[in-house]
């Protein structure tokens, strides 16, 4: 007697085979792969695009490297003002008149004339400064240990401070600023 | 003898140390870049000899900078006369005083000029110092570069 024949789903697979109608399973991992589980992402297959990162860096580079400008070390010359005000402290009999350097400014020639007392030194720039450095340290050798910048308003500044470095240099006591004339 | 064929589908640039070296100096230049710096104007100082360098200053100092044209600018803005004096006795009124004399303050404050602005803006700043208090006054100042062979 013949056996009905089963139809293909219930047939028994041949081994190795998937059973019909199942999708094959997925190749066995090679040696010293680990088995990837569902949802976990590819790490193998992920490629991190640098090239943007790394154009943007090299902007960033390029930005700091051209903006900036190293800090130099300054240098500094002290001045300080009179503490007192009025004549409350002032003993009059003990006080001598300072050094009087002026400054005058030729707004047509720019040139920065140099006085000592009354007497004309020459022009700043050329040689006015030096010959006042000489004339205040013979006025110190007398005992008057301070001196005076009167410069005018229009003076530019780099005189001021060429005259004070030059006062410096003479070792004075005091140096002061005369007050501005009033407005 | 022939050239070895080389297989360019193996060719791998290293990119890491590169991007090492990138990181390291974009960090450099933005350590060393001091945005902050806007205290300090772009100026060609006067030269002194005699200045010392200014180092170590205090961070709380206050620095004015007076420009070519005239301007007295702090932390980059331009003040007028009377907002110089309210600034000025402000940084009077907060900052320490002196032992002998309360009314006085004990700090220094910085006057940076252009060497060719007019004397007068600085005598304003010296003016308004004396007014409300203030009589440590440091003014900045290039020093000069030592000659070539000098000791």
Same mark, same amino acid.
């Given at each position: ?28 991992? &090679? /040696?010293? +792969?680990?088995?990837? #589980? ?5 790490? $193998?297959? %992920? ?45 009059? &009999? /003990?006080? +001598?008149?300072?050094? #009087? ?5 030729? $707004?047509? %020639? ?74 | ?151």
């Amino acid at each position: 007697m013949a056996t009905p024949e089963r139809p293909a789903s219930q047939r028994q697979p041949a081994p190795g085979q998937p059973p019909p109608g199942r999708k094959p399973p997925p190749p066995p991992p &090679e /040696e010293g +792969k680990k088995k990837r #589980r569902r949802g976990e992402p590819d790490i $193998a297959g %992920t490629d991190l695009n640098m090239t943007p990162m790394i154009d943007c860096v090299f902007q960033l580079l390029i930005f700091f490297m051209c903006a900036t400008k190293f800090k130099t070390l300054e240098g500094k010359l002290l001045a300080y003002l009179p503490k007192d005000k009025g004549l409350k402290n002032v003993k009059i &009999e /003990e006080q +001598k008149l300072p050094i #009087r350097v002026t400054l005058m400014w030729n $707004a047509h %020639t720019r040139q920065a004339k140099v006085y000592v007392g009354q007497q004309y030194m020459g022009i700043a720039d050329k040689g006015g400064l030096k010959a006042a450095e000489s004339r205040v340290r013979e006025i110190k050798t007398t005992g008057t240990e301070k001196a005076e910048i009167d410069a005018e308003p229009k003076m530019p500044f780099k005189y001021v401070v060429e005259t004070l470095n030059a006062l410096i240099r003479t070792r004075v006591k005091e140096i002061s600023f005369a007050a501005a004339p009033p407005s | 003898m022939k050239p070895r064929k080389i297989d360019e589908g193996d060719l791998k640039m290293e990119m890491t140390p590169m991007i090492d070296c990138v990181f390291q100096l974009l960090i450099f230049f933005m350590i060393c870049t001091e945005i902050a710096q806007s205290e300090l104007e772009m100026l060609t100082l006067p030269h002194a000899s005699e200045s010392i360098p200014d180092e170590k200053p205090d961070k709380k100092r206050m620095v004015l900078n007076v420009t070519k044209d005239g301007k007295i600018k702090f932390r980059g803005k331009s003040k007028s006369k009377q907002q110089l004096h309210d600034l000025l006795a402000l940084e009077a009124r907060i900052a320490p005083k002196e032992k002998d004399n309360p009314a006085l303050s004990s700090k220094a404050i910085l006057i940076r000029s252009d060497s060719e602005a007019e004397y007068k803006h600085v005598q304003l700043i010296m003016q308004e110092c004396a007014t409300v208090g203030i009589w440590k006054l440091e003014l900045a100042a290039a020093s000069q570069k030592k000659a070539k062979g000098a000791d």
